[in-house]
């Protein structure tokens, strides 16, 4: 199993090529996919505000979901608290803390390309 980050999962989708070569390997080798329902609001408001363009379907995001083969993840009390408890160096954006918090209440890697993250080594992470 692996979770992955917002903007992971995006360009996974969109097959744009921003992608290292692990991380698309793990992707396509991995046949438990998941996001956090935090990564559904972050693209969802994304979209909403026009920072990503995907066309006139307002539910992209579940049809995108759904073809890809991704479970999401909500976000329980047990990750709400995992999130919370996050030591530093782990930043302050709580969507950030949410996703990692799924990744360590799954046991799951998190694949990602944000530096602080995999810096912090709080959880596995794949890039």
Same mark, same amino acid.
């Given at each position: 199993?692996?979770?992955? $980050?917002?903007?992971?999962?995006?360009?996974?989708?969109?097959? $744009?090529?921003? !992608?290292?070569?692990?991380? &698309?390997?793990?992707? #396509?080798?991995?046949?438990?996919?998941?996001?956090?329902?935090?990564?559904?609001?972050?693209? +969802?408001?994304?979209?909403?505000?026009?920072?990503? #363009?995907?066309?006139? #379907?307002?539910?992209?995001?579940?049809?995108?979901?759904?073809?890809?083969?991704?479970?999401?993840?909500?976000?329980?009390?047990?990750?709400?608290?995992?999130?919370? &408890? !996050?030591?530093?160096?782990?930043?302050?954006?709580?969507? $950030? &803390?949410?996703?990692?918090?799924? +990744?360590?209440? !799954?046991?799951? +890697? !998190?694949?990602?390309? $944000?530096?602080?993250?995999?810096?912090?080594?709080?959880?596995?992470?794949?890039?």
């Amino acid at each position: 199993m692996i979770v992955l $980050d917002s903007h992971t999962y995006l360009w996974a989708v969109l097959n $744009d090529g921003q !992608l290292s070569r692990k991380a &698309r390997t793990a992707i #396509d080798n991995e046949s438990e996919r998941v996001v956090s329902a935090m990564t559904v609001y972050e693209l +969802a408001f994304a979209i909403a505000r026009g920072r990503i #363009d995907v066309g006139s #379907d307002p539910n992209w995001v579940e049809r995108s979901l759904h073809r890809a083969g991704v479970v999401v993840e909500p976000v329980s009390a047990a990750i709400a608290r995992a999130a919370a &408890r !996050l030591k530093e160096p782990m930043h302050g954006d709580p969507a $950030d &803390r949410i996703i990692v918090a799924t +990744a360590l209440e !799954l046991g799951a +890697a !998190l694949v990602t390309r $944000d530096e602080r993250i995999r810096r912090n080594k709080l959880v596995e992470t794949i890039w």
